[in-house]
């Protein structure tokens, strides 16, 4: 069985910044695409950022330049650097692992951005 530990939420004032980490464990022969959702109340599950096995990142364009994904392959881990955060990243950020074809979530860690 796979788990995902995430980590790193919090509150946080506007422009400041936090780091997210995720870690994974079970049966795990290797770990494929990993990657950062968030949901804001009221709002659909959104793509953030996204990084391969080989170390490619995609983000979306609302993060991009303050947000930064890395992944340790050894250790099974991906972890989310946030800077200048907005009220508008205040939203639950989910962790996500492709393993074996497979999709795995992890239960979330929240994330406020508030004075």
């Known amino acids: 069985q796979v788990q995902l530990v995430e980590s790193g939420g919090g509150l946080v004032q506007p422009g400041g910044s936090l780091r997210l980490s995720c870690a994974a464990s079970?049966?795990?022969?290797?770990?494929?695409?990993m990657g950062w959702y968030r949901q804001a109340p009221g709002n659909q599950r959104e793509l953030v950022a996204w990084?391969?096995?080989?170390?490619?990142?995609m983000y979306v364009d609302s993060v991009e330049g303050r947000f930064t994904i890395s992944r340790d392959n050894v250790k099974d881990t991906v972890s989310l650097q946030m800077n200048s955060l907005k009220p508008e990243d205040t939203a639950v950020y989910y962790c996500?692992?492709?393993?074996?074809?497979?999709?795995?979530w992890g239960k979330g860690t929240l994330v406020t951005v508030s004075s």
């Open positions: 996500n692992a492709n393993i074996r074809g497979m999709g795995y």
């Open positions: 079970g049966s795990i022969f290797r770990v494929d695409a």
């Open positions: 990084i391969t096995s080989s170390g490619s990142t």
